[in-house]
């Protein structure tokens, strides 16, 4: 008799949604991972991975940015020289890309940089990454058919927090029961 392990996956891949890696996943940049999915459509998917921080400091990073407090994540493998942000400021930045609902994209960089340095925005309305994820066209299906991720959704509060310890198990413990035994396996299959 076969067991099915797998939670139903019937939340569409979409602009706004959170992907979380199958637990056993090797690659590097998305072992036990959670990605705001930023775009999905015909030319291909993009986002930006939540809970790969590194241990610089944001003015370490770009000395004309003061230090934060927010930690930084690896965003992932795609142009991972460049500083990519995400915040709830909306309108006051101007040219940001709306999401989810109340979570904004980019948007006019010195605009920002103002509002930093005059100690108008707080950590938690804005979140950097170094580098994106990307998929070609068709290759998150792709990687959606095999199970590689789990498509769900998660409240604007999570997505902006850095300081959520083992925000993967958190999500996919919420999945139910099947997410729950998924979230508690060890990270090496041989263990289990």
């Known amino acids: 008799m076969e067991i099915?392990?797998?939670?139903?996956?019937?939340?569409?891949?979409?602009k706004g949604k959170i992907l979380l890696s199958?637990?056993?996943?090797e690659d590097p940049y998305f072992k036990r991972t959670v990605v705001l999915l930023c775009e999905h459509n015909e030319e291909g998917s993009f986002g930006f991975v939540l809970?790969?921080?590194?241990?610089?400091?944001?003015?370490?990073?770009?000395?004309?940015?003061?230090?934060?407090?927010?930690?930084?994540?690896?965003?992932?493998?795609?142009?991972?020289?460049?500083l990519y942000y995400i915040h709830t400021l909306g309108d006051q930045v101007e040219e940001s890309i709306e999401v989810v609902e109340g979570i904004y994209m980019g948007g006019n960089f010195e605009v920002l940089r103002e509002m930093m340095q005059n100690g108008e925005v707080k950590h938690d309305q804005i979140?950097?990454?170094?580098?994106?994820?990307?998929?070609?066209?068709k290759q998150l299906d792709s990687e959606l058919e095999t199970n590689s991720w789990f498509v769900t959704q998660v409240k604007k509060e999570v997505l902006m927090n850095t300081r959520v310890k083992d925000l993967w198990k958190k999500i996919?413990?919420?999945?139910?029961?099947?997410?729950e035994m998924i979230a508690n396996l060890p990270d090496d299959p041989k263990l289990n």
């Open 4 to 14: 099915n392990f797998v939670p139903k996956n019937n939340i569409e891949p979409k």
């Open 22 to 25: 199958e637990p056993f996943l």
């Open 51 to 82: 809970n790969n921080y590194i241990e610089l400091t944001l003015d370490q990073i770009m000395e004309s940015l003061p230090g934060h407090g927010s930690r930084i994540s690896i965003g992932g493998p795609v142009n991972n020289s460049n």
């Open 127 to 137: 979140r950097f990454f170094v580098g994106y994820s990307g998929w070609s066209p």
């Open 172 to 179: 996919m413990s919420g999945l139910g029961k099947k997410g």
